[in-house]
């Protein structure tokens, strides 16, 4: 069958630092892939640059998305092909309503989106649609109940892979449950999911995990697997670079 | 259609509410000089005169006491291509009344016409007032908006001001604001200008808080496109024990726009407070790019957003 990503000997340079280097990866439909490594190893510029973001143009190798070579669209390309990212720090909107953000995706693909729908994808994610939709998606929503909002617009967009940047960060027990059922329901739409994460709860709902260490894929397997040898058996890395990656810690 | 229907027409069309057959709610229609329409309700009085060419005089009371219900629509336009309007209005909100009044400028066919409205505005002791002004300019940018007003509050009087010009071209605008403030009362200026082309938007708000405890703030929110300018001077002075003021003003610019904001404030009383911020820059990238992965391209990412901080 056709894989629904694959990443092949992917390079990313920025600043003239090389950020990612030689990455291989495949995404299937259905598929969670977990993404884990230590602060500054290069996850959020792995997502970036599958999603086309600005500045993130990459250095070498392809990016294949049902098969067809990506690295030349647009972001707004890319998400009408069916990729979509959902940030580790959602983006806040003056003036935009709950209800107006959730219909973006569905609507610039052509699906109209009404309030049966609005109810069930806020249910989805554990929000009050009555309390929530006339809100603004501002800085009056906590960072946590925008990341849920977020995924709610996700939903009701039906991509085929959804990159998923930390959306356990900042939030509670609960609401990480039900971040975890939410990831099952792209699962059960046949979506393909990367999940970067720093939580073992989340790794429970994953297919495979990679490792990223100092920009390069350690290794690729069974989540727990990967997750132990993480933490109890990786070595800091003799890279150098990675050294001084250890020493960031601003996306946390 | 004779004047009186195609201003309606206009106005509806720009997105204005039918309230003109609706006999609980005043309203005026003045297209240039010509009075075509005026319905006044129990404790409000509108009378307008022309007192020359191209000039009426509206003279609007709202007696002691009275609480308008509904809001009054005043309309003013030029329906012709060319054409100037002067607007000399006086305003009385007497003591412990209560009015909202909406009032929408139309001038659809504009190439070359002229608004200038010179306002005076008196609020009586805890009078309280809500303006809420809508422009709509059509397409050309042939139109240019001089408003001066006035404004003396009474204590404890309250005045809500709000203009916005969300769609179509601006042309030129250049506003001049004054408000005096006695003790207790509040202002609040809104203003949300959407420009592009080489539209042009000059703002001066000033608010004199004088009286303890008075309240001020100026809140504008302006986006400017193509080669389009604004300049927003906000001047808020606090010279009464426990006045307090806030100047915002959040600017956004794309292409070749030029945004200038100069707040201005000024405290001369030790126990008043003003605080002022201002940010102009371009839409930010953060924004844009969450939208343009559900799909939006970069204009239609911007023009949400940009719509999204003008509701604000
Ligand atoms: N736009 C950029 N320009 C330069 N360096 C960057 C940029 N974005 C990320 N980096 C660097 O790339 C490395 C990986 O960062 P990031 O992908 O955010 O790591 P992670 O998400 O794994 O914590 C870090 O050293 C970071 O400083
Ligand atoms: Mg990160």
Not at chain 1, 232 to 238: A, K, L, R, S, V
């Given at each position: 069958m056709q894989k629904l990503l694959e990443i092949r000997d992917l390079d990313l340079t920025l600043d003239k630092e090389?950020?990612?280097?030689?990455i291989n990866l495949d995404v299937n439909h259905g598929e969670v892939l977990a993404v884990i490594g230590p602060n500054g190893c290069g996850k959020s510029s792995l997502a970036y640059t599958i999603m086309g973001l600005?500045?993130?143009?990459?250095?070498?190798g392809g990016i294949f998305f049902k098969g067809k070579e990506?690295?030349?669209?647009?972001v707004t390309e890319r998400a009408k092909k069916g990729i979509t990212l959902a940030w580790q720090e959602p983006a806040r909107f003056e003036g935009v309503s709950v209800r107006e953000f959730l219909s973006i995706g569905a609507k610039a693909k052509g699906r109209n989106i009404d309030n049966k729908d609005l109810d069930w994808a806020l249910n989805e994610v554990a929000i009050i649609p009555n309390k929530y939709?006339?809100?603004?998606?501002?800085?009056?929503?906590?960072g946590g109940e925008r990341k849920r909002i977020e995924l709610a617009s996700i939903l009701l967009m039906k991509p085929d892979l959804v990159i998923l940047d930390?959306?356990?960060?900042?939030?509670d027990v609960v609401a990480l449950n039900n971040i975890g059922d939410v990831i099952n329901d792209f699962k059960n739409e046949q979506m393909g999911v990367i999940l970067i994460t720093h939580s073992d709860e989340m790794l429970e709902v994953a297919d495979k995990a990679a490792l990223i260490c100092g920009g390069e894929i350690f290794n690729v397997g069974n989540p727990q697997e990967v997750s132990d040898y993480f933490k109890?058996?990786?070595?800091?890395?003799?890279d150098e670079d990675f050294e001084k990656h250890q020493g960031v810690s601003s996306n946390e | 259609m004779n004047d009186y229907e195609m201003m309606v027409d206009a106005y509806k069309k720009a997105g204005?509410?039918?309230?003109?057959?609706?006999?609980?709610t005043a309203h005026m229609v003045l297209e240039q000089d010509k009075i075509l329409g005026k319905h006044e309700v129990e404790g409000l009085e509108i009378n307008a005169e022309k007192?020359?060419?191209n000039t009426i005089d509206v003279k609007l009371r709202i007696k002691?006491?009275?609480?308008?219900?509904n809001p009054v629509h005043m309309c003013f336009g030029v329906l012709p291509k060319e054409g100037l309007q002067k607007i000399l209005m006086d305003v009385n909100i007497e003591k412990d009344a209560y009015a909202k009044i909406m009032s929408d400028c139309v001038f659809?066919?504009?190439t070359e016409v002229k608004h200038v409205m010179k306002a005076n505005i008196h609020l009586g002791s805890n009078a309280h007032y809500e303006y809420e002004e809508n422009h709509f300019h059509g397409k050309t940018g042939g139109v240019e908006v001089v408003a001066k007003s006035n404004i003396e509050m009474d204590e404890g009087s309250e005045i809500l001001t709000l203009f916005t010009?969300?769609?179509?071209?601006?042309?030129k605008i250049d506003f001049d604001y004054e408000a005096d403030l006695a003790e207790n009362a509040k202002v609040e200026m809104l203003t949300r200008i959407s420009g592009y082309e080489d539209d042009q938007v000059k703002i001066r708000e000033a608010a004199r808080l004088?009286?303890?405890n008075a309240r001020g703030l100026l809140d504008s929110k302006i986006a400017m496109a193509d080669n389009a300018k604004a300049e927003v001077y906000n001047e808020l002075t606090a010279n009464a024990p426990d006045a307090k003021g806030h100047v915002d003003c959040t600017e956004i610019i794309k292409d070749n726009a030029i945004a200038r904001a100069v707040p201005i404030v000024e405290v001369s009383h030790p126990e008043a407070k003003v605080t002022h911020e201002a940010a102009i820059g371009s839409v930010d990238s953060d924004q844009l790019q969450t939208l343009m992965a559900r799909g939006l391209d970069e204009e239609e990412a911007s023009d949400l957003i940009i719509q999204g901080l003008l509701k604000g």
């Open positions: 090389r950020i990612l280097q030689n600005k500045g993130y143009e990459q250095n070498g990506i690295s030349e669209l647009s939709l006339d809100r603004n998606v501002d800085d009056t929503l906590s930390e959306p356990d960060s900042g939030v109890y058996q990786c070595i800091p890395c003799e | 204005g509410e039918d309230v003109f057959s609706n006999s609980d007192i020359k060419t002691k006491g009275y609480q308008i219900k659809p066919n504009a010009l969300r769609k179509g071209r601006v042309g004088n009286g303890r």
